[in-house]
């Protein structure tokens, strides 16, 4: 079976999908989940074993990305 991996995406946030392809590389399933879709849905989280925030923001932390994943 393979280890399911949530990796937060949305709006100023970057590196997602360079995380998951480097999941999958490794043999895990990464799933991309917009972080407005995980506010709506949070028991979607119990079908993960591993919860990622990427790192870097696209636009600095100047519209406060880092501030809203805080």
Do not use: W, Y
């Not at 590389?25 to 709506?40: F, S």
């Not at 100047?62 to 809203?68: L, P, V």
């Amino acid at each position: 079976m393979r280890v399911r991996v949530c990796i937060i995406t949305g709006f100023g946030i970057n590196t997602d999908l360079e995380m998951a392809h480097a999941f999958e590389l490794v043999g895990a399933q990464a799933t991309r989940i917009h972080l407005n879709d995980l506010i709506k849905s949070p028991s979607q989280l119990a079908k993960f074993s591993v919860f990622v925030f990427p790192g870097g923001f696209s636009f600095g932390d100047h519209i406060g990305s880092g501030a809203m994943m805080a």
